[in-house]
């Protein structure tokens, strides 16, 4: 068991660029989420999957913002036409039902220049 | 929605110190967890207490779910301490997190 992992660590962006993030969650976790933290703050959440059905978006998702978790496994979180207000951590999220406890991965810095 | 404040904001410790990290939440939970954030940005669950105390090493932590907060104690701090410290709380299927605590622990 490897964790979290999330993939880029870090992407610099120009402005109007799309971008697109990976997680690969811990394998026997069916429950996935998508948090993004601004400087100072604490993370934020975006949305959340339990296996392959996306089953909630923040109003934080703009439409903007898309992700996808075929097939259960993977996930990855798109944004559309970058804004610099997008700057920001991406933070990905496995759990599994029944168990408590989340297990983060380590994020991907995006900087929209 | 459900509001999590955590106090202080940031906190200066010298090495060797014990400190104590507050977590007030607006609404009864059953699930609070504490996560501290290293330099580098990783988030690592430290505990899950929606209620009573665990103990893990050098950290400790308390649930008083009646009264709602969370406490989170560090004794004997050391540099590799240093960091943000969260709480967050389980609304729905989403968590809910403080603005967190900045720990700087100096040798």
């Known amino acids: 068991d490897t964790g979290v992992s999330q993939d880029p660590r870090h992407k610099i962006t120009k402005r109007g660029q799309n971008v697109t993030f990976r997680c690969d969650p811990i394998s026997e976790h069916n429950r996935l989420y998508w948090y993004r933290q601004t400087l100072g703050q604490g993370p934020e959440f975006l949305t959340y999957?339990?296996?392959?059905?996306?089953?909630?978006k923040s109003r934080l998702l703009s439409d903007r913002f898309s992700a996808e978790r075929p097939k259960g496994s993977f996930s990855t979180l798109e944004i559309q036409r970058t804004e610099q207000g997008d700057s920001a951590m991406y933070l990905c999220?496995?759990?599994?039902?029944?168990?408590?406890?989340?297990?983060f991965g380590s994020g991907t810095r995006l900087t929209v220049v | 929605g459900i509001q999590v404040e955590q106090s202080p904001p940031d906190l200066i410790l010298q090495e060797g110190a014990n400190s104590t990290l507050r977590c007030n939440f607006s609404d009864s939970v059953n699930n609070l967890q504490w996560f501290h954030q290293n330099p580098w940005g990783q988030l690592i669950n430290l505990f899950y207490?929606?209620?009573g105390t665990k103990q893990n090493g050098r950290l400790s932590a308390t649930t008083v779910a009646t009264e709602r907060y969370s406490l989170l104690y560090i004794s004997s701090s050391q540099t590799t301490d240093s960091g943000v410290y969260f709480c967050?709380?389980?609304?729905?299927?989403?968590?809910?997190f403080g603005a967190g605590t900045i720990l700087r622990v100096k040798s």
């Open positions: 967050a709380v389980l609304a729905g299927n989403k968590l809910v």
């Open positions: 999957f339990q296996n392959e059905a996306q089953l909630e």
């Open positions: 207490i929606p209620s």
């Open positions: 999220a496995s759990s599994h039902t029944g168990v408590d406890g989340y297990t």
